[in-house]
Each structure stands twice: as structure tokens, then as C-alpha cells.
């Protein structure tokens, strides 16, 4: 048995996902990139290379990882680019998509060899948190005057528009798509490629995606270019879990039990959106709230019920620990790093990665 903490990326999962993406690009004919900021463990790309077209990044490092690690179409975006940076990047990228105008004229000259686009930021988003709103007022997150980016069309081939976030609503992907259509269209007619972004939820059960590929198709035969999808959550959800020990328990008032995990290090999305974590089946006459080990008071992966009493050495699951999670693993408190496996649609599980004490020093001098 691996020792716990460890996440499991479960391959007959994620080739579920798989399936659904291969199937909305052949029925849609857009591209999908896997979007590295959401998951980026390369261990399981191999399984991923042959359903996707390749990868989308948030910086030179992940720009890397996606040419080195995954290969295919490389599309290069940042918020914003360092002088020291650019050279580097082109020569990775296939397509370099800037955050504003500025940065596309401080740096368009040394782009020449590859394809140039713009981020278009529609004003609308899909987020119900303000934290994760790209369309939030204020928002850095691309350029939204139209007036203004007609004055550069001329030098970009494309624009990428991310603004959905964890989207299962098709009807309202479908209006807020026509809402972009009728105010950017002029601008859509102008260039070959027109990325959508990610925050799709096409993968999810009862998702219409023969819906959203004729959509897709729709908007790509009226501006005639090609789309791109960039789902990161999509591609991964559900595909793997974060598998943790109980250490210790206690009742005080309620009870407790403590794993060697903690969801400040090894789940961090949980603290910063308050969502508790998923447990499954979370039935029986048991309830035990489940804490981490980190000594943070509110490191808590939330309450469940189970059919026995927890003690000491019982394992337990926690689900969906693929997206913005592995990604976001971190040495708070010195708590061991999980490990990473990979769960074979055999059943057999094969550990890929493990973290020492050397990891964690070398990350600080
Ligand atoms: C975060 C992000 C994605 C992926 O979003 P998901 O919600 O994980 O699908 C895609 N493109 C851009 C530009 C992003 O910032």
C-alpha cells in the first residue's frame, strides 16, 4: 500500500473526460488546449496528448512545461510579460496572446516569427465569486473598448475571451455568447482565431454538448475562424482524489478526527472559496468533522458521515483533487507533500512522485 498523503489521478476517469473532449472538437471542430494553471501534472499527459490539441499557459513556466511536457499547438498568455521574458517565450509558443495593448506594442516586434493576439475582455462573466471575476470592475484581465483595440486589428490574428468559470448552464453560455457576438462582432470578423477560454462544464453529467459543438460551429462559420477551448476543470474534474490517513481523534463536543493532510497545503481552493470538501459515500449514523494537521485553527476539510466510528489508521478520500489543487500544493507547516500516483484502469495504483525532506528545504534558503 502507498503511504499516505498522496492524490490518486484515476486514469479511467480521466479518460471518461477524454472522451467528451474528443468528442465536442470532432463534432464542433474547435481546438481544446488543456489550460496548465488548473492541473499541470505531466506524469498523466501522455493519456491527455491524443483527445487534446495541446496547452494554454499563465506564465513562462508553464509556457515551458506545455512545449517540453505535452507538445501540440503552445499558446502563450500573462497577464503581463517581463522584458527578460519575451525572447524565451516566443521561442516556445506557437501563438502569444497579450493582456493589453501596451504590452502588444512593447513587445510585438519581437514576436514577428509567431502569431500575435489580444486578450478581449467581454464585460460579463459567469463567476459567482468576486475573487475569481474576470469581469470584476477594475479588472486587469484584457482589453474591453472596442474603439480602441479596432486601432490594432490590423497587427493581431486572433483574441482570446475567457470569461466562463465552472459554466453548466448551457442557455446561459449560449446568450452571453450572442451577447458577445452582437457588441465585438466587427472585430471577431476581422481575425482567424477566436479562443473562448475555459470555465465550460461540458464534461458534467447531462451537459448538452451536441448543443454546445453546433453552437460552437455557428459562431465559428459566422466570423469564419477557428475556435479554441481552453478547458482546465473540464478535462480534469473528478479524475483524481487526495488520499489521507486518520491520526487521531477526539470528541470535543463533536467528533473529531484529524488526518495527515491539511487543506491549507494540500487543498487550498477549499479555505479561499469556503466550500467544504467532498467525502464519499457520506452515509451512515457516524458524523465526524475532518481536520487537517497543519496547526492553522480552521484547517478543516468539513463533516461527513460514516457507517463505523473513525480511529487511527483508517483511510479516507477526499474527492475532486485534480483541478487548482495538485497545482497549488504548498510547504505550509512543513506538512509532508503528498505523493502522486496514478490509479491504471486495471485498479492497480503506481506511484509516480514522492517529496522529502530535500524538497522542502530546497524551496527556501
Ligand atoms: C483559468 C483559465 C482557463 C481555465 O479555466 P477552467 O475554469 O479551469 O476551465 C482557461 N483560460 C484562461 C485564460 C484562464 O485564465
Redesign the pocket.
Known amino acids: 500500500m502507498i503511504q499516505t498523503p498522496y492524490y490518486l489521478i484515476d486514469i479511467a476517469r480521466l479518460q471518461a473526460n477524454m472522451a467528451r473532449v474528443a468528442r465536442l472538437r470532432d463534432l464542433s471542430g474547435a481546438k481544446a488546449l488543456l489550460?496548465l494553471?488548473?492541473f499541470a501534472t505531466w506524469s498523466v499527459f501522455d493519456r491527455m496528448r491524443p483527445h487534446m490539441d495541446g496547452t494554454?499557459s499563465?506564465s513562462l513556466y508553464e509556457l515551458r512545461l506545455g512545449r517540453e511536457k505535452f507538445g501540440g499547438e503552445t499558446h502563450a498568455?500573462s497577464v503581463a510579460w517581463a522584458d527578460h521574458e519575451i525572447d524565451e517565450a516566443v521561442g516556445y509558443a506557437d501563438k502569444i496572446i497579450f493582456n493589453t495593448i501596451g504590452q502588444l506594442d512593447r513587445f510585438e516586434a519581437r514576436a514577428q516569427g509567431i502569431q500575435r493576439g489580444l486578450?478581449l475582455n467581454p464585460g460579463i462573466s459567469t463567476s459567482g465569486f468576486d475573487l475569481a471575476d474576470?469581469a470584476r470592475p477594475f479588472s486587469r484581465l484584457g482589453e474591453w473598448d472596442s474603439a480602441k483595440i479596432a486601432t490594432v486589428i490590423d497587427r493581431i490574428s486572433g483574441f482570446?475571451i475567457?470569461y466562463?468559470?465552472?459554466n453548466a448552464d448551457f442557455g446561459l453560455f449560449d446568450r452571453q455568447l450572442t451577447d458577445i457576438e452582437n457588441r465585438f462582432g466587427n472585430l471577431l470578423g476581422q481575425v482567424q482565431w477566436v479562443s473562448l477560454?475555459?470555465?465550460?462544464h461540458f464534461t458534467g453529467e447531462g451537459y448538452p454538448l451536441e448543443a454546445l459543438a453546433a453552437r460552437l460551429r455557428a459562431f465559428a462559420d459566422r466570423f469564419g475562424v477557428q475556435v479554441y477551448l481552453?478547458?482546465?476543470?473540464?478535462a480534469i474534474t473528478r479524475a483524481a482524489t487526495l488520499e489521507v490517513t486518520v491520526l487521531d481523534t477526539l470528541d470535543n463536543g463533536k467528533q473529531l478526527a484529524i488526518v495527515d493532510s491539511s487543506i491549507e497545503a494540500h487543498m487550498l481552493d477549499l479555505l479561499i472559496y469556503r466550500e467544504p470538501a467532498k467525502v464519499l459515500p457520506n452515509a451512515g449514523p457516524h458524523r465526524f468533522m475532518i481536520c487537517g494537521k497543519s496547526c492553522l485553527a480552521g484547517d478543516i476539510f468539513g463533516e461527513f458521515d460514516f457507517p463505523e466510528p473513525l480511529k487511527p489508521g483508517d483511510r479516507l478520500s477526499i474527492q475532486d483533487a485534480a483541478?487548482?489543487t495538485m497545482v497549488k500544493k504548498n510547504w505550509f507547516n512543513g506538512v509532508k507533500m503528498p505523493s502522486i500516483a496514478i490509479r491504471e484502469t486495471d485498479g492497480t495504483e503506481r506511484l509516480v512522485r514522492s517529496f522529502g525532506y530535500e524538497d522542502f528545504a530546497a524551496a527556501l534558503s
Open positions: 489550460a494553471k488548473c494554454t499563465s498568455y486578450r474576470p482570446m475567457h466562463n468559470c465552472e477560454g475555459g470555465g465550460i481552453e478547458p482546465g476543470e473540464a483541478g487548482y
